[in-house]
């Protein structure tokens, strides 16, 4: 079971670094 809740944590970790990543590019791109 905690093996599982590591799994779940790193997932969701990536996820919002994913979606950060791509807010980030978005406000470059703005300028």
Excluded: P
Aim: hydrophobic letters at 50%; aromatic letters at 0%.
């Amino acid at each position: 079971a905690v093996v599982a809740i590591g799994v779940i944590i790193a997932s969701l970790a990536n996820k919002r670094r994913e979606v950060q990543r791509q807010l980030d590019e978005q406000a470059a791109q703005r300028g």
